[in-house]
């Protein structure tokens, strides 16, 4: 059974900080094309960044330069680094994966809320 599992959002002040992790199980995850979307209330859900298999990263332009994506293959684990947070970034971040043998796969989602 696949499961993407969401964890460290929460509320933080503008211009703060939050590292987001993603812990996969039920994949195979070394081989699979990672990503995190979010989707704030009342649009759609948007790429936010994504991590290839060999580690290319490509990322929104509205969080260049702020957002890093990582991953641990060792781990299983997707990371999303968020620094200098603007109220924009608010919204729910979905992991997502996408292999081969599993699809595309989501997360639970996970809110993020930037607020003074």
């Known amino acids: 059974q696949v499961q993407l599992v969401e964890s460290g959002g929460g509320l933080v002040q503008p211009g703060g900080s939050l590292r987001l992790s993603c812990v996969a199980s039920?994949?195979?995850?070394?081989?699979?094309?990672m990503a995190w979307f979010r989707q704030a209330p009342g649009k759609q859900r948007e790429l936010v960044a994504r991590?290839?298999?060999?580690?290319?990263?490509n990322y929104a332009d509205s969080v260049k330069g702020r957002f890093t994506i990582s991953r641990d293959n060792a781990k299983n684990t997707m990371y999303l680094q968020m620094n200098s947070l603007k109220f924009e970034d608010t919204a729910v971040y979905y992991c997502n994966a996408v292999a081969a043998s599993s699809g595309s796969r989501w997360g639970q989602g996970i809110q993020v809320t930037v607020s003074s």
């Open positions: 039920g994949i195979a995850f070394s081989i699979s094309s």
């Open positions: 991590i290839s298999i060999s580690g290319s990263t």
